[in-house]
């Protein structure tokens, strides 16, 4: 999962920068290889992971699909292949080791980074996807983005919160997110119009954002 993880880093960091985004998401994923012990037999890897990033950088600024199909569909390969390649030897690993968080002794690196990778994904970069879903559900809907506001900045605090609950097994508390999620947005979709647009731009925004916090999970 090293390379997933990598993946996933490179487009978060990519998108939390408003500069250089390209160039950012590379250096990470350059880095990241090297750290996780990829070595450099491996460049195809830092070539495949360029490809994706540069699509989703540029899909993302003309509002296109292509950047969240082209990762949907190399997140899948990648986990699929996992097993065919293992990294032994990790640069990262001792300073891994040394770190003083006693909860981290059991945690293998790789599932530690995959899990900073996940995190990553989960802050920005995941609004992109939730945003292509709401475009396909239909321009009126997504529209709505422009009266309920808060929306981004919750989606990250929301997915956090939800993948740390899946990933602990409290799951009643993912039950508490989306009840305090409807009592939040209530006094808004009761002034809905008779079309429901904006409880649909609530609904299918929330599900889509809580899914990508829950897909990961049995990855770890």
Not at 54 to 80: E, F, K, P, R
Not at 161 to 179: E, K, M, P, Q
Request: proline share 4%.
């Amino acid at each position: 999962m090293s390379v997933l993880a990598v993946l996933l880093a490179s487009i978060g960091v990519a998108d939390l920068v408003r500069r250089w985004k390209i160039g950012s998401g590379v250096l990470v994923a350059v880095a990241g290889l090297l750290l996780l012990g990829a070595g450099w037999h491996t460049v195809w890897l830092a070539a495949l992971l360029t490809v994706v990033l540069v699509v989703w950088v540029v899909a993302a600024g003309h509002d296109s699909s292509a950047g969240v199909t082209l990762l949907g569909v190399v997140v899948v390969l990648l986990v699929v292949s996992s097993g065919w390649w293992t990294f032994d030897d990790v640069p990262a690993r001792g300073w891994y080791d040394d770190l003083p968080i006693p909860r981290l002794a059991d945690v293998p690196i790789d599932r530690a980074a995959l899990g900073l990778g996940v995190v990553l994904f989960l802050s920005t970069a995941a609004n992109v996807v939730v945003r292509r879903v709401l475009q396909a559900t239909g321009p009126q809907v997504l529209a709505q983005g422009a009266e309920l506001k808060g929306g981004r900045v919750l989606g990250p605090l929301e997915r956090w919160f939800v993948l740390a609950c899946a990933l602990s097994g409290n799951l009643a508390a993912i039950a508490i997110v989306v009840a305090a999620k409807g009592i939040l947005r209530f006094p808004e979709i009761s002034r809905d119009n008779a079309d429901g647009l904006r409880a649909e731009y609530v609904l299918v925004g929330s599900f889509v954002s809580w899914g990508l916090a829950l897909v990961f999970v049995p990855l770890f």
